[in-house]
Each structure stands twice: as structure tokens, then as C-alpha cells.
């Protein structure tokens, strides 16, 4: 603990300029950075209306976003929150609970964190902490969800849309619109400065809410599987990827389609690891399948991906202007002046951290990001923890995952 606070406050310990090596069994016996308290649980819902429905002329889309906001009994520090947006093909429940633990909202005063297995909402709510958990629009249902290849997003929460409505929407479902749905439902039920924490494909948020006009102030830059704007994601892949933009993009070409998870698929992507447990895919599948989607919008892995080359066929088919695609091109680093960032990644994250690393370690994403940043930054932080994939925060220890956030915001942001 000394060791990650020195690391943290002064910068004592770290590699690489912001590097600090955690060892598994430090991360493990992370204690509590404050006592435990009880919280209660809110549902919340917005919505907007952007962008033209060709089925009914003069109409614009309604799109539904939903999110459950946890508020502790205790405020253990004054004016802050986390807002946690999810990556592809989940929802809030990614933060909410686990895989293998109980879907129950457990009072961690009496129950040991350690064996609680629930999701890092509820630990970080327990340690005093207001927690916003979001659903993007189409990805939360009230009822548990068909076989994969049925569903179909729920743009209108309650709603299943026709084929050719589906297909409209996912024409225009754009991190232009997800980014003005956010920040009417972060507007509506905070008015505490926050963190906003995107796991994954949610990372490109915390880039884009300033200057699109959020009201809250953004505290700093946290992340666990966050990564990078996608116009720095294009120059990563330039200079790693093994594949030309033109090959990376093909399997997206069929725009107006949605990817469908499998467990083949997670494998493949290096999400499972030793410290899961649940088992094998295949079961961490079945346990979800009835709450987790399980489906991206091919549009959203286009902008965050940064397959450009597809641009002239979207303008094409989507019909909008310039101004709302591809705006994860347009996030400006000067924001990140005056904010400090701290990141965390698993060694086994394979997109985060093990790509890359073959060319050297400036080449692996989160230190490529982090060296983009540098020049902006007030201060950062990288701490890399062992055993741990992309989903480092549902598998097992994730309470040391929620203390390790807190942590920071008690002894690295606050300074």
C-alpha cells in the first residue's frame, strides 16, 4: 500500500516515466482506502430525439438510454462521482454484477467484499462513492433477452423494431448521438463533478464530453481497458497492425448490422484468463446471455476502430453531414490540460496491452496513448496489474480493482 500510494503522489517507484508494476499479491490485499457503507439504488432513464426517421417524414429517432445511479449512506469525498459507460455488446450490468456472483444488491458492511462477487459499482459505492452506471441506447431490456442471433436492440426501451427500422437506426447510430444522450442523462441526476469511466469502446466518452458541452466538470481521466481516441488508435494501427485499413475493415461493410458476440469469439480475442471464476466461455456466456446483449452496431466499432475507409459509404447510406461522424477524429488533447490521468491495465488484456509489445514497449496501446498524452497531461499514471484480462473487472479480486480506483481519487487526484 505504501509503495502505491509513494508511486502515486510522487511518482516514487514508477517505470517509464508513469509505469508502476503492481504485484498480484499486492493487488490482492489492497485494503479499503475508506470504511464501508450502506447505498441505495435508483433507476434512471432519458432520452433525445436526433435524426430523421425515413418511415415517417418529420419524425426523429427516439433513442432510450437507461442507467442505475448508486448513492452511499457516507460521502467519503465531497462533489465527486464516476459515471461508467460500457463497451461493446454489454450494458450497466457490467459494473453491477458478476459472471458467478449473486444478481442482488449486497450490503458490504456485512458482507465480506472479498467474497461478495459483485460488480464494481457496488463496491465503489460501498466505499462512499456516488456511481452513475449507463446503458447506451438499444442495449438495456426490462425482460431477459432472446438467443443472440434473434435479439435486436431496444433503441426504444420495451420497443423491438422491424427490419427496416432497425436497419435505419443502425444507419445513424453514431458516438455524435450516444455522446448527447450521455450527457442529458449525466445532467439530469448528477450535479457532482465527476470521473467518467469507459471500459473499452465507452473509453472515447471521457475525450468528447467537454467539448460537446458537459455541464459537469470532468475531474481527470480514469480507465481500466480504456485506451485511446480512435484518431490516435489510426496511428497505433499504422504502426502495428498486421493488416492494411482496407483488410481491418472488410468484416464491417454490411453497415447497417449489428456484431454478434460468441464465446469463439471471446477466445479468439483473448478476454479469458486465469483469473475467472466462472470457467470457460462458454459458461461466462451462459450466465450473462439472459442480461447482457451481446451485440455491438457495426457504425460504433467503425468510429472507435478508425475504418475511415469506409467514410464515403456511410455518408451514403447514413445521409448526415460531416459534423456527426466520426467525431472519436475530433477529440482535443488540449482538454487534458490541467487533468491528471490514471490507468489501469491487466497483462493479459490482449488488445491493451500485449499487442504491440513485440515492436517494444512504447508500442504497446496504453503506453502508445499515454505518450500522446504526455505533452498535455498534468500528471499521469499506468499501473499494470498481472493476471488480469480486459475484463479485470468482473473477475475475481475486482473489490481490489474498485479500492485501487479510490485509491486514486483519495491520494493522486486530490493533491
Not at 467539448?211 to 497505433?236: D, S
Amino acid at each position: 500500500m505504501n509503495k502505491l500510494v509513494a508511486a502515486l503522489k510522487t511518482g516514487a517507484g514508477l517505470k517509464d516515466e508513469f509505469i508502476y508494476h503492481m504485484s498480484f499479491d499486492d493487488y490482492k490485499t489492497l485494503p479499503d482506502p475508506y470504511t464501508r457503507t450502506i447505498f441505495t439504488v435508483k433507476e434512471v432513464q432519458e432520452n433525445i430525439r436526433r435524426y430523421p426517421n425515413p418511415e415517417r417524414p418529420g419524425e426523429l429517432f427516439q433513442w432510450d438510454i437507461h442507467g442505475r445511479l448508486f448513492t452511499p449512506a457516507t460521502i467519503s469525498i465531497p462533489d465527486m462521482a464516476v459515471v461508467m459507460i460500457h463497451g461493446g455488446a454489454v450494458n450497466e450490468y457490467e459494473f453491477i454484477f458478476t459472471p458467478d456472483g449473486p444478481e442482488e444488491y449486497l450490503d458490504l458492511t456485512k458482507t465480506d467484499p472479498e467474497k461478495a462477487r459483485v460488480g464494481v459499482a457496488q463496491h465503489i459505492a460501498s466505499l462512499g462513492i456516488p456511481v452513475l452506471a449507463i446503458s447506451l441506447p438499444g442495449h438495456y431490456s426490462r425482460k431477459p433477452w432472446p438467443p443472440i442471433a434473434e435479439r435486436r436492440p431496444e433503441f426504444i426501451i420495451g420497443e423491438i423494431p422491424s427490419d427496416t427500422e432497425l436497419k435505419n437506426r443502425l444507419a445513424v447510430y453514431t458516438f455524435r448521438m450516444c455522446t448527447e444522450v450521455v450527457k442529458a442523462l449525466v445532467e439530469k441526476n448528477l450535479n457532482e463533478a465527476i470521473f467518467m469511466w469507459g471500459h473499452s469502446t465507452g473509453g472515447e466518452y471521457f475525450y468528447l464530453m467537454e467539448q460537446f458541452g458537459l455541464k459537469n466538470k470532468l475531474i481527470g481521466g480514469l480507465g481500466f481497458g480504456t485506451g485511446m481516441p480512435a484518431w490516435v488508435r489510426k496511428e497505433w494501427d499504422l504502426a502495428c497492425a498486421k493488416k492494411s485499413p482496407e483488410e481491418r475493415a472488410a468484416p464491417f461493410r454490411n453497415l447497417t448490422d449489428l456484431s454478434r458476440r460468441s464465446p469463439k469469439g471471446y477466445v479468439k480475442s483473448g478476454y479469458v484468463g486465469p483469473n475467472q471464476p466462472w470457467g470457460s466461455a462458454e459458461r461466462w456466456f451462459e450466465l450473462e446471455n439472459h442480461r447482457r446483449p451481446q451485440f455491438k452496431p457495426f457504425l460504433q466499432d467503425i468510429e472507435h476502430s478508425a475504418h475511415d475507409v469506409l467514410l464515403s459509404e456511410i455518408k451514403k447510406i447514413s445521409g448526415l453531414p460531416d459534423d456527426d461522424l466520426f467525431i472519436t477524429y475530433k477529440s482535443d488533447l488540449n482538454r487534458l490540460r490541467g487533468k491528471k490521468l490514471l490507468h489501469i491495465v491487466g497483462e493479459r488484456d490482449k488488445g491493451h496491452w500485449i499487442e504491440g509489445g513485440e515492436k517494444g514497449l512504447e508500442f504497446r496501446r496504453e503506453v502508445y496513448a499515454f505518450n500522446r498524452f504526455k505533452p498535455f497531461a498534468e500528471a499521469l499514471r499506468l499501473i499494470v496489474v498481472p493476471n488480469l484480462t480486459h475484463y479485470g473487472h468482473v473477475e475475481s479480486h475486482n473489490e481490489r480493482l474498485a479500492n485501487l480506483m479510490v485509491t486514486g481519487f483519495k491520494e493522486y487526484f486530490r493533491q
